[in-house]
């Protein structure tokens, strides 16, 4: 079993710059990617930015220049650099790890989940 721990997001103004932690536990835990989706009220879950093992970056458009997704290998941490925030950016972000079972499966876990509202 695989348990995420996420942290940060909360109320930000627009332009602020919070940052997104997620941390992933459990024995032989072998990652093939990780990355972060967001669902705002009334959507469907979307992919914010994702990362593989390898450390090849993907983002959605909308968050292309203002976001970047980074992680730590040996911590099995990703982050979520989150910056020049705009209204439209407010949704629960969700960590998401990719890990690898066996050559032949690949599961899926998911945080709990993290608001983030953007105001002034």
């Known amino acids: 079993q695989v348990q995420l721990v996420e942290s940060g997001g909360g109320l930000v103004q627009p332009g602020g710059s919070p940052r997104l932690s997620c941390a992933a536990s459990?024995?032989?835990?072998?990652?093939?990617?990780m990355g972060w989706y967001r669902q705002a009220p009334g959507k469907q879950r979307e992919l914010v930015a994702a990362i593989t093992s390898g450390g090849s970056p993907n983002y959605a458009d909308s968050v292309k220049g203002r976001f970047t997704i980074s992680r730590d290998n040996a911590k099995n941490t990703v982050y979520l650099q989150m910056n020049s925030l705009k209204p439209e950016d407010t949704a629960v972000y969700y960590c998401?790890?990719?890990?690898?079972?066996?050559?032949?499966?690949?599961?899926?876990?998911w945080g709990q989940g993290t608001q983030v509202t953007v105001s002034s």
């Open positions: 998401n790890v990719r890990a690898i079972v066996s050559s032949m499966r690949i599961d899926d876990y």
């Open positions: 459990g024995s032989s835990l072998s990652i093939y990617a």
